[in-house]
């Protein structure tokens, strides 16, 4: 099957007509991706106990006294969460620079 190539072939490795070429391109892919992320059910728990600590001196027997106190317990929150994505990707087209027919700067 004769595609042109023998001919070609034959000329440059007789030292014919040696020649190169360049053309620049453009290639483009179009790429979706979908992210999402699932959270299971959450879990508490008290760590220790309870810790009490006063804000304010004792006012006991003075009138209309306000005692201030804060209240402070280390938790422990387990967050299970699942992470995916679907990523699509199209198809790719070319797309040839017209301004690239010029002489190879090979």
């Known amino acids: 099957m004769d595609n042109g190539f023998d001919q070609y072939r034959k000329l440059v490795f007789e030292g014919g007509c040696p020649v190169n070429a360049q053309e620049e391109v453009t290639v483009t892919v179009p790429v979706k991706i ?17 810790v009490i600590t006063s804000d ?9 006294a306000v005692k201030r106190f804060t209240i402070s317990q280390k938790i422990s929150i387990k967050i299970p ?3 995916f994505a679907e990523c699509i990707i199209g198809e790719s087209s070319v797309d040839f620079d017209p301004s690239s027919d010029q002489q190879c700067g090979c």
């Open 34 to 50: 979908r992210a999402d992320a699932d959270v299971d059910e959450v879990e508490i728990k008290c760590k220790g106990h309870a």
């Open 56 to 64: 304010s001196d004792d006012p006991k027997g003075e009138p209309h």
């Open 81 to 83: 969460v699942k992470f």
